[in-house]
Each structure stands twice: as C-alpha cells, then as structure tokens.
C-alpha cells in the first residue's frame, strides 16, 4: 500500500461509518503532544477516540514524562476533546532494550525502527481489542521521517494476528507535518529534538 492509499482508504473507511451515522470506536497510538496535534485534529470528528501513550523506546523517563504531561495538557486544554479518552501504561523501558537487541548499532530507519513501530503497535492493536474498540492506529504516519509503507505493513500484519482491523494512515498527507508545526506554535507545545530512543538521540 503507498502513501496516497493509505491517506485515501483512511478517509473511505471513515466517511462509509459517517454515511451511516455512525463513528468507529479507535484506539490512536500517540507518541508525543505535536504528532498528536494534526493527526487528532483530522480524524476526531469521524471517530470515537481513545489515546493510548505506549513509548517505552523514549529514553531518559524524564523526557517521556515530560512528552506524556504535554499531551495531556494539549488534551485538558480543548474543550472539543472533552470525549476523547487516554490511557497510559506505566514506563518499562528494559521491555523495548530486550526487544530491539543486537540492533543497537542499526543504521536510523533500519531494522531497529520497524521493530520500535512492531512493540507500539502490537500493544495498541492487544488493547484495542480487549477494550472492545474496532480499529487501532498511530500517529506516527506523520513524522516525515517515518516511513509510512512500513508502519503500514506492520500494521496490517499485526492486524491479523491480534484479529482487529487496523485503520490505515498517512497523517503527513495534505501538508500534516506542518499543520501540525503550526499547531505547536499556537499551542506553545513542547517540541523534542529526537524521536525517542537513546540510539536517535545520539
């Protein structure tokens, strides 16, 4: 699936449960404030939103309670996300260093990174289906240096095993990186200057 179906069936799947009247129920992988920003922005209105904040990749903790305090904040703050719900599961960043060992020295974008999107996502999708929700997704789509096909074929393989559907995405489609830019400005959000791991942060 390239960049332009994911972005396109995302919308079909969502505007076929408007016609009807109805929002799917979602549980969104998000992994900061700013990502979050755009990605909520766009599908919230189409559906029944639960965050989960699932990064044990982001290290020191310091940092990740600093990125989770600002989701939360961006949340708390709009009025409009009054219905949007949040879950967090308590960070265990020794779960992700026994995960991605022996690819301490890949190269940004490797091997490594398909198997941080693999942990994420197969704990959203495990979730998602034992709160009873229909889709699971991430906002991760709109990093520009994620590669949106591969968290797609994670997604969707994922999607089979844990027997939920995975909603596709490409949240960086129609100018979503900088929407969501834009919005860290306005919001005053706390921008990092690293995706999360030790390993990117170097």
Same mark, same amino acid.
């Not at 766009?42 to 309670?65: A, D, S, V």
């Not at 690819?103 to 996502?121: A, M, P, S, V």
């Given at each position: 699936?390239?960049?332009?179906?994911?972005?396109?069936?995302?919308?079909?799947?969502?505007?076929?449960?408007?016609?009807?009247? @109805?929002?799917?129920?979602?549980?969104?992988?998000?992994?900061?404030?700013?990502?979050?920003?755009?990605?909520?922005?766009?599908?919230?209105?189409?559906?029944?939103? !639960?965050?989960?904040?699932? #990064?044990?990749?982001?290290?020191? *903790?310091?940092?990740?309670?600093?990125?989770?305090?600002?989701?939360?904040?961006?949340?708390?703050?709009?009025?409009?996300?009054?219905?949007?719900?949040?879950?967090?599961?308590?960070?265990?960043?020794?779960?992700?260093?026994?995960?991605?060992?022996?690819?301490? @020295?890949?190269?940004?974008?490797?091997?490594?990174?398909?198997?941080?999107?693999?942990?994420?996502?197969?704990?959203?999708? *495990?979730?998602?289906?034992?709160?009873?929700?229909?889709?699971?997704?991430? !906002?991760?789509?709109?990093?520009? @240096?994620?590669? !949106?096909?591969?968290? &797609?074929?994670?997604?969707?393989?994922?999607?089979?095993?844990?027997?939920?559907?995975?909603?596709? &995405?490409?949240? @960086?489609?129609?100018?979503?990186?900088?929407? &969501?830019?834009?919005?860290? #400005?306005?919001?005053?959000?706390?921008?990092?200057?690293?995706?999360?791991?030790?390993?990117?942060?170097?």
């Amino acid at each position: 699936m390239n960049r332009e179906n994911a972005d396109n069936t995302m919308m079909k799947i969502l505007s076929k449960y408007a016609a009807d009247g @109805k929002k799917p129920t979602v549980m969104l992988h998000v992994c900061c404030a700013p990502c979050a920003s755009a990605s909520i922005e766009r599908i919230h209105p189409l559906t029944q939103l !639960t965050l989960l904040f699932y #990064n044990p990749n982001i290290m020191p *903790q310091q940092e990740y309670e600093k990125r989770k305090a600002e989701l939360k904040r961006m949340i708390s703050e709009n009025p409009e996300y009054a219905d949007v719900k949040f879950v967090d599961i308590d960070y265990d960043n020794s779960e992700y260093m026994h995960f991605v060992r022996g690819h301490e @020295k890949d190269e940004e974008q490797g091997e490594r990174c398909t198997l941080c999107f693999t942990l994420r996502l197969r704990k959203t999708a *495990q979730m998602a289906r034992e709160k009873g929700l229909e889709f699971f997704a991430t !906002t991760l789509t709109i990093g520009p @240096k994620k590669n !949106t096909d591969v968290i &797609s074929a994670v997604g969707r393989q994922i999607a089979k095993e844990e027997g939920i559907q995975y909603l596709p &995405s490409d949240f @960086k489609r129609k100018k979503g990186y900088e929407r &969501s830019l834009q919005l860290s #400005n306005e919001l005053k959000l706390y921008r990092q200057s690293y995706c999360g791991c030790a390993f990117a942060r170097k």
